[in-house]
């Protein structure tokens, strides 16, 4: 199971921090990711660390902005997000696969949390 939280409004250029703790299943075996949905939009890749926490992978729009962490002793993976967009504007989920590979489409995921509300205005 996947909670996730940590979604609010803010203004343009703030910053939000994510949390998605996990449980009932053996977390470090699992590469995390985050996606988001925006209205009207599918579901895009955001983010995903491998399971060591070493190796990390963005999206083009994202990157240089926000910050994909784990600890692995909480079950816990996080998304420090600075410099934040309207456009960045979305319900954001985290998920878990066990795929050697890190960028992954949301089918390709095993587990899903619940979706967090990340609203930027301009």
């Known amino acids: 199971q996947l909670q996730a939280s940590g979604g609010g409004l803010v203004q343009t250029g703030a910053s939000l921090r994510l949390s998605c703790a996990a449980s009932?299943?053996?977390?470090?075996?699992?590469?995390m990711v985050w996606f988001r949905q925006a209205p009207g939009k599918e579901r895009e890749f955001v983010a995903a660390?491998?399971?060591?926490?070493?190796?990390?992978y963005y999206a083009d729009s994202v990157k240089g902005r926000f910050t994909i962490s784990r600890d692995n002793a909480k079950n816990t993976v996080y998304l420090q997000m600075n410099s934040l967009k309207p456009e960045d504007t979305a319900v954001y989920y985290c998920?878990?696969?066990?795929?050697?590979?890190?960028?992954?489409?949301?089918?390709?995921?095993?587990?899903w949390g619940q979706g967090t509300q990340v609203t930027v205005s301009s």
């Open positions: 998920a878990a696969h066990r795929l050697q590979t890190m960028y992954v489409s949301p089918t390709e995921c095993d587990y």
């Open positions: 660390i491998s399971r060591s926490g070493i190796s990390t």
């Open positions: 009932g299943r053996p977390f470090s075996t699992y590469v």
